[in-house]
């Protein structure tokens, strides 16, 4: 008993190995530098895409869906914030300079135009009805897109001005 009493009172009063290590012997660990920071228009790309890559019939531009993100020649085009899910293949314009597609984003479906892919123009966004999200995107003239199985059964149509 009074060799047990013993023991632990010098386990008490003698440190042990990990308490007997100065602090000032552990190096502390190093230090990364922050990230780049980015703007809002540049999006982080995860490689894992949508749809495939589409490439406009004039063979200037492409189109990919990464991320949640759509970018046309490798700049962040939509969304500023957030990100959307395409619902299918974006549709390119015969002359290759716009391109349309449906999308789903927080619960509501779009349809989204970019309508001058050249000039950067900002997207043009209409909200579709939830059973309109397996449908195609054909272009029907040059400001008119049409949302259907075929270019002639119109589900929705979409057309702007300049």
């Given at each position: ?23 000032a ?10 990230p ?9 790309r995860t ?43 974006p ?6 300079d ?38 195609r ?26």
């Open positions: 008993m009074r060799m047990l009493s013993l023991v632990l009172a010098l386990g008490m009063a003698v440190p042990t190995k990990a308490r007997a290590r100065s602090t012997a552990v190096t502390p660990p190093g230090r990364e530098p922050p780049l920071k980015q703007s809002r228009r540049q999006g982080a490689g894992l895409l949508m749809v495939p890559p589409s490439r406009s019939p004039c063979g200037r531009h492409l189109i990919e869906a990464d991320g949640g993100s759509v970018f046309v020649d490798g700049k962040r085009v939509h969304p500023q914030a957030g990100t959307v899910e395409l619902l299918g293949a549709s390119w314009r015969q002359d290759g716009a391109v349309a597609w449906v999308e789903r984003s927080s619960g509501e479906t779009r349809l989204v135009v970019l309508p001058d892919v050249a000039a950067q123009a900002e997207p043009l966004a209409w909200p579709l009805p939830k059973a309109l999200r397996g449908e995107v054909h272009w029907a003239g040059p400001r008119r897109v049409v949302v259907g199985p075929a270019p002639l059964e119109p589900r929705a149509v979409a057309s702007w001005t300049e």
